[in-house]
């Protein structure tokens, strides 16, 4: 079974910076795509970033400029940094796992992590 555990999330001042964390573990061969996802309260949940085991990036427009997505495929870890935050950044962040095998040559299957609450907030 493969778990993907967040941290980093929290309150924050608008213009101010967080890291988010997100941990894949269990027993697996690979991971293709990694990336964090954002539900805000009564939206859908809309993808913010993500990154190809090649580090191929995409960003939504609304954070181009501001964060950054980085992975380091020896942990199975993604990262993003978030600069500049805006009120519009709150919501609840999920990290998500793509197309992970869980031996070479076996089916492809999607992990999603249980979230971290970001607050944007004077």
């Known amino acids: 079974q493969v778990q993907l555990a967040e941290s980093g999330g929290g309150l924050v001042l608008p213009g101010g910076s967080l890291r988010l964390s997100c941990a894949a573990s269990?027993?697996?061969?690979?991971?293709?795509?990694m990336g964090w996802f954002r539900q805000a309260p009564g939206k859908q949940r809309e993808l913010v970033a993500s990154?190809?085991?090649?580090?191929?990036?995409q960003y939504a427009d609304s954070v181009k400029g501001r964060f950054t997505i980085s992975r380091d495929n020896a942990k199975n870890t993604v990262y993003l940094q978030m600069n500049n935050l805006k009120a519009e950044d709150t919501a609840v962040y999920y990290c998500?796992?793509?197309?992970?095998?869980?031996?070479?040559?076996?089916?492809?299957?999607?992990?999603w992590g249980q979230g971290t609450q970001v607050t944007v907030s004077s």
């Open positions: 269990g027993n697996m061969f690979s991971i293709n795509g």
């Open positions: 990154i190809t085991s090649g580090d191929i990036t």
């Open positions: 998500n796992a793509d197309r992970v095998r869980l031996w070479p040559g076996g089916n492809f299957y999607d992990y």
